[in-house]
């Protein structure tokens, strides 16, 4: 076996491990910014609260799914969301699983389908509400960004 060969597979089950881990984390951070009223779920609604109060998010989640990968508006949405998180110092994560999503964060009148492409977490007062998964999630964008993954794709755990 050589150097990188021992390297890759020692990574491989410790970045599964830190996915799952980050996974479980991100359900934890929705649930618990969905209960402190601290999210904004949808595209444009997300547009606005970055355009409005940049300041106030702290984390940023894009969804997609292989239905709407080919569509192009979407595609840009994303690239202009990433810019700006990038500008603003903002971590931001890719899920692949948006129905899994979009029945964490709730929203959307039934029968209508729901807008979970782009998820805020908003903090509007630094010191009154602080979650150790959001912690976790920022070390975990910060380890990604140190080998070059500057939008981390995470998996939600399965109920």
Not at 44 to 68: G, H, I, Q, R
Not at 123 to 138: F, H, Q, R, T, Y
């Amino acid at each position: 076996m050589t150097f990188e060969e021992v390297c890759g597979q020692d990574q491989g089950t410790d970045t599964s491990d830190r996915m799952r881990s980050a996974g479980s984390a991100l359900e934890e951070l929705l649930l618990s910014a969905k209960k402190h009223d601290c999210l904004t779920v949808g595209v444009y609604e997300s547009a606005k609260v970055m355009n409005v109060d940049p300041d106030s998010v702290a984390f940023c989640v894009l969804a997609t799914d292989e239905e709407y990968e080919c569509d192009i508006a979407l595609q840009i949405h994303f690239t202009l969301i990433q810019a700006f998180c990038f500008d603003n110092d903002i971590n931001i994560v890719r899920v692949g699983d948006i129905d899994r999503l979009a029945d964490i964060v709730g929203g959307g009148e039934p029968g209508e389908p729901k807008d979970a492409h782009c998820i805020l977490v908003t903090n509007p007062n630094l010191e009154s509400w602080k979650d150790p998964a959001l912690e976790k999630l920022s070390l975990f964008c910060e380890e990604r960004r140190g080998v070059c993954e500057w939008v981390p794709a995470i998996t939600l755990p399965e109920r």
